[in-house]
């Protein structure tokens, strides 16, 4: 197994602990059901049995990908993959028995019970663990999520320091790199995953939440430049321990503190207290006035999508926000509510190549795509709403929360950012915005991502007040004349 594959795994420990025994448990009580209530272990061919199932389980955990996504998946998406778990595992586990001439002394009624109980009780651990961890998210949405890179011997005194100081009420602590490698996968510090610097800890870095790396250097580790330069061109911010990094030629756009240490940081774009503060209030605004429009919109809109397509008038989607940070956006719904399960379809035909976004021409899928004009192209109800924006209007509502911004990059759905090289996360380096530079720029005329990711990265590395009012302008005019929509 590749390194990104065993970083998977131990990111999802929990749930295979709790998978293994789950089955033990259940073969257990499928015993005392079956034969007596007693230890099945004791007894030499149940046993074997059970050695069986685990090992069966344990080639199902290796080579199957059950735990991507685990967090993310509805309850109608866990039932089907926890009955994919369960098969792969009891016919793994028959084959063995039958290979090895060991059917006939098989209980089968012990397997067939321990077969039906397991993703019963299975399906519902996982969902109680879901919650739990949902819960503990919710907890730290408030705090910014932080990479400690440090030596193995100041790993634990600063993780203390942090502590003593106060510095875990403003962050939590996603995962600790450790520059001279003195750990394995599947080490924690504190509760913390532990892993060392390489391509992985990278990986790990670009696909979750983090909103800062800080590093403390060592006396008696070189400098480690690459990884620096990873960080940077993914646009992530970078805070290195005055004492450290002094004169290690860095560039730095702000001063600060991590905790007790002083800090110098380093960004993809250098935004003055001010400015920032200027973008907020231009945004509660907007997202008032959004929100107001949104309601007499929906007046009208409304009844036109139920009628032509029975449901809900909105459509809410996990995406990636700031730093891989997920939340939830809204939007009028402009699809088929089977549009989702419909995509997976449809890829061979999407422009954007690499699966890193997903554009159609002729989306089967818009409701009302049936209907046409006289110059043979759709004049559907969702064209229309496609057409002119009008779908993004409930976005002013993501604004107000302070999950969008009026102007930025478009978040990413959750699929897509899984698939992102370590270049494109720079693209949610900032908030992410109803419109941007590459909406203006062509909408979705635009098919080429590097593109797409050059337009961002061009937008943050310049951005200022002028630029976003610039921007605003052009998407009125963009919007108003219907062009490169859809």
């Known amino acids: 197994m590749n390194k990104r594959a065993i970083a998977g795994l131990v990111k999802h420990g929990d749930f295979i602990v709790l998978d293994l025994l789950c089955l033990q448990l259940c073969y257990t009580v499928s015993y005392w059901f079956n034969v007596e209530f007693a230890n099945p272990y004791a007894v030499g061919r149940y046993r074997y049995q059970a050695l069986v199932l685990l090992a069966g389980q344990l080639l199902v955990i290796l080579f199957s990908n059950n735990y991507h996504g685990i967090i993310r998946r509805s309850v109608f998406d866990e039932v089907f993959a926890v009955v994919k778990y369960t098969v792969g595992t009891f016919v793994l586990a028959l084959v063995y028995l039958f290979m090895v001439h060991w059917i006939g002394e098989a209980s089968r009624l012990q397997i ?53 100081n106060g510095a875990f009420t403003e962050y939590f602590v996603w995962s600790v790199v450790l520059m001279d490698g003195g750990c394995t996968y599947g080490d924690v510090l504190d509760g913390v995953p532990v892993m060392p610097m390489d391509r992985a800890a990278i990986t790990d870095i670009t696909h979750g939440w983090v909103d800062e790396v800080f590093i403390l250097q060592p006396d008696n580790v070189p400098f480690p430049a690459e990884f620096v330069g990873d960080l940077m061109e993914m646009g992530v911010t970078v805070s290195y ?60 809109v409304g009844p036109m999508i139920y009628l032509k397509s029975p449901g809900p008038i909105f459509f809410s989607q996990q995406r990636v926000g700031r730093n891989g940070k997920p939340f939830t956006m809204y939007k009028f719904r402009s699809m088929y509510l089977d549009a989702e399960e419909r995509k997976a379809a449809l890829e061979a035909q999407n422009r954007v190549g690499d699966g890193l976004m997903f554009k159609l021409d002729d989306d089967p899928r818009i409701i009302g795509s049936e209907k046409r004009g006289k110059d043979g192209k759709p004049r559907g109800v969702g064209h ?56 203006v720029s062509g909408r979705s005329k635009i098919t080429d991502f590097n593109q797409v990711v050059r337009l961002d990265r061009e937008y943050i590395e310049n951005w200022n007040l002028g630029l976003d009012v610039k921007i605003l302008l052009k998407t009125v005019v963009v919007v108003v004349g219907g062009r490169g929509a859809l």
């Not at 207290?273 to 945004?283: A, I």
Request: overall charge positive; glycine content about 8%.
């Open 384 to 439: 229309f709403i496609r057409r002119y924006s009008i779908d993004e209007f409930p976005q002013f509502l993501n604004v107000l929360r302070g999950e969008m911004s009026l102007v930025g990059t478009r978040p990413p759905t959750m699929d897509e950012w899984e698939r992102y090289d370590l270049e494109h996360r720079v693209r949610m380096s900032i908030k992410p915005g109803i419109t941007g530079l590459w909406q």
């Open 112 to 164: 067939g019970l321990t077969a039906v109980l397991f993703p019963v009780v299975d399906l519902v651990l996982r969902q109680v663990n879901k919650h739990r961890l949902r819960r503990r998210l919710q907890e730290r949405q408030h705090k910014r999520s932080l990479v400690l890179v440090t030596s193995t011997e100041l790993a634990q005194q600063t993780m203390n320091e942090l502590r003593e």
């Open 241 to 300: 321990a005055i004492a450290g990094t002094i004169n290690a030629g860095i560039s730095v756009t702000d001063v600060g503190k991590v905790g007790p240490y002083a800090v110098l940081t380093s960004s993809i774009q250098d935004a003055s207290t001010g400015q920032l503060f200027v973008k907020r209030l231009f945004d509660i605004l907007g997202g008032l006035v959004g929100c107001v429009l949104t309601g007499l919109i929906f007046l009208v």
